[in-house]
């Protein structure tokens, strides 16, 4: 493809294409094409995603956060147009788990990361070396950070785990610095749907959170009323892409993996679940050999090592 070319002669694109590869764990003097045909789900989009690259040097990516059963996924295929993800009404489930799904919407490439976040009632059932795992993974897989945060809720009272998890994305991970969207759902029985958060009392109980904006709606699936919902769906999936594109940053915020970074984000952990796994110095070397006294196996100790050097 000559424009192919044309485009990886952008630093940004050369960046891009060498992050995408580390991910994909290829081998860095494979071609640009072949890795880029690796990384898209649809492969019909390389001309997109080249023309997008070149423009800007990445795509849109947009993390997907809220509590088991909040609607992320409902909401994931919402915003995709179709099914993508795999939706579930079961009470658990596992912390820090992600996955990311590759939409196409005006002309871009978006990736939506649908990630468990802290779930109430979860105390128990997650086991400190597991939650380690998946910490040092999901930091491993998000290093090129997001474009803005799509809070999940459902439209109600504001739950101590709605709390804990504003507190780990969106100020520790991401120090505040990355556009945070609410979007509250199972509002289809509202008229207007957006009838809750027009309530003062409501209104002033979010805005500490500093959300850069609130859509409500509904991303409800199916079911025997889903023709009656289906033009709330539409309206709800209009504005969530209107809110999307106005305020998310023009290309992701980085996530920087430091030991301070992942202290802070451990210690939530702690906080939250319980563990008596708190870690209190700065020392790296300190850090591993208390990871390995607690029965962290090596293969997470090694991955721990490639986050953060």
């Not at 072949?34 to 800007?56: P, T, W």
């Not at 849109?60 to 919402?78: D, E, F, H, P």
């Not at 556009?179 to 008229?191: A, N, Q, R, T, V």
């Not at 969530?240 to 993996?257: A, F, K, Y």
């Amino acid at each position: 493809m000559a424009y192919i070319t044309h485009a990886l002669a952008a630093a940004k694109a050369i960046d891009f294409v060498r992050s995408i590869a580390g991910e994909l764990s290829m081998e860095s003097e494979t071609s640009a094409e072949s890795i880029l045909r690796a990384y898209l789900e649809n492969r019909n989009n390389i001309d997109m995603l080249m023309k997008q690259i070149e423009r800007k040097g990445s795509v849109n990516r947009i993390l997907v956060i809220g509590q088991t059963g909040a609607g992320k996924s409902s909401l994931v295929n919402l915003l995709a147009g179709k099914k993508v993800a795999k939706v579930s009404d079961g009470a658990k489930g596992c912390t820090f788990q992600f996955e990311t799904y590759q939409v196409d919407y005006n002309g871009e490439i978006f990736e939506l990361i649908d990630t468990v976040g802290l779930n109430e009632g979860s105390g128990g059932t997650v086991k400190p070396k597991e939650a380690m795992k998946m910490l040092i993974k999901f930091i491993k897989g998000n290093k090129r950070g997001f474009s803005c945060i799509l809070f999940v809720m459902p439209k109600g009272r504001i739950t101590d785990s709605f709390e804990k998890n504003h507190m780990l994305f969106c100020q520790t991970l991401l120090h505040g610095q990355t556009p945070s969207i609410l979007f509250l759902g199972h509002c289809e029985s509202d008229d207007p749907m957006d009838k809750w958060i027009k309530n003062e009392e409501n209104k002033t109980a979010l805005q500490i959170y500093n959300f850069s904006d609130i859509v409500c709606g509904t991303a409800q699936e199916g079911g025997r009323f889903a023709q009656l919902i289906e033009p709330l769906r539409n309206e709800t999936r209009a504005h969530l892409w209107e809110s999307i594109i106005e305020h998310m940053l023009e290309t992701p915020r980085p996530i920087e993996p430091t030991l301070h970074l992942l202290k802070q984000m451990w210690n939530s952990f702690c906080d939250f679940f319980g563990f008596n796994w708190k870690f209190l110095t700065d020392q790296f070397a300190t850090f591993l050999e208390y990871l390995k006294s607690m029965g962290v196996d090596q293969e997470t100790i090694e991955q721990i090592n490639i986050v953060l050097h």
